[in-house]
């Protein structure tokens, strides 16, 4: 990884066969089993809101994964120091969770770092400069607000909301509205074609195939643009409440650079179309979505690895 860059990049999901308990499938693979397999297998997502949720899972997941992609041997793996990233506020037991998974996993040199600071370096900000950088990253199970100043993290935020809480909204309301069921797939690629923060963004509607609760039966749903905005707008006016929740507690001078600075978006959920002006209208900060605000925390990690707990060196210059 270090001097490859990212070699696997799929979703974090494992399914195992019921009685041997082997895995089946991981990653893509998996994912695409999700509400779809029978009762032979199980489909699991080890993490939960961000952070591990089922430690074997975990440690079957990336035990496969680090075999798959690059057949390391059991020494290798023990030598090789490891970063794991997490949002900023995770409670210490959480912490203590990452790092028995490694230790499981034979791994002896572990360190855990936030998402919000290797995501900031992955996207090309010099966090270790005098300069406060405000970094909003909008992920599957967290938001993750926070400040960064001579390298690390001055004050943060994180709620347990986002892209995920999102997807399980849209099918509660398709539920309650059209009596129709949909799964969590569908849920997730209606929230990807439909979500719109424009003021006057048009109306679309889209065909999805879904249950009808009361007859059981396979049934078509036309889901509106509408529809979503239900969702998508308190959730996202929820994220604005915790930047300037945090902005209100930074130091003025911080205040100051991220006024100049602007504020950098990354996650998936920074890929919604509009957010940029969502955020500038109510707060009037400028704010940008990073080139790669899908991988600019897996791409950041490689410079974390490099600089270890040394706040005052650049990585970005070694
Ligand atoms: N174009 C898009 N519009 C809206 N949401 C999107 C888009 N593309 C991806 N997403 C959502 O982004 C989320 C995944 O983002 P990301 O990969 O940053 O999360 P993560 O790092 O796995 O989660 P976390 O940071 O919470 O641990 C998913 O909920 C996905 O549906
Ligand atoms: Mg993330």
């Keep these: 990884m270090e001097r490859r860059g990212i070699i696997f990049n799929e979703p974090s999901v494992v399914s195992f066969d019921y009685e041997s308990s082997r895995i089946v499938a991981a990653g893509l693979d998996a994912h695409q089993m999700v509400g779809k397999s029978h009762k032979k297998i199980s489909v699991v997502k080890p993490l939960k809101n961000g952070v591990i949720s089922d430690m074997e899972a975990a440690k079957a997941l990336l035990t496969y994964v680090l075999k798959k992609v690059d057949n390391l041997t059991s020494r290798e793996l023990s030598n090789a120091v490891t970063v794991m990233c997490c949002p900023s506020e995770v409670t210490p037991i959480e912490r203590d969770i990452m790092i028995e998974l490694g230790k499981k996993m034979g791994i002896r040199d572990i360190f855990i770092e ?75 690629m209606c929230k990807i074609e439909l979500s719109d923060l424009r003021e006057n963004a048009p109306t679309v509607t889209v065909r999805y195939a879904g249950r009808d609760i009361v007859k059981g039966i396979p049934k078509y749903v036309e889901i509106s643009s509408d529809d979503i905005r239900e969702i998508i707008i308190p959730t996202y006016e929820e994220i604005v409440r915790l930047i300037m929740s945090v902005l209100k507690d930074t130091p003025p001078e911080l205040s100051a650079d991220i006024y100049q600075n602007g504020i950098l978006l990354t996650g998936g959920g920074s890929l919604i179309r509009g957010i940029e002006d969502f955020i500038w209208k109510r707060i009037q900060v400028p704010v940008r979505v990073a080139n790669n605000p899908l991988t600019c925390v897996a791409e950041g990690a490689k410079y974390l690895l490099k600089n270890r707990g040394d706040y005052l060196i650049n990585p970005l210059q070694l």
């Design 114 to 188: 936030e998402e919000i600071k290797a995501g900031a370096l992955g996207a090309g900000i010099d966090i270790f400069k005098s300069r406060g950088n405000m970094i909003v990253d909008i992920g599957g199970g967290t938001t993750d607000v926070g400040v960064l100043s001579f390298g690390d993290i001055v004050i943060s935020r994180t709620i347990r909301k986002s892209g995920n809480y999102i997807d399980g909204e849209i099918i509660k309301l398709i539920k309650k509205k059209y009596k129709i069921e949909i799964g969590e797939l569908t849920s997730e």
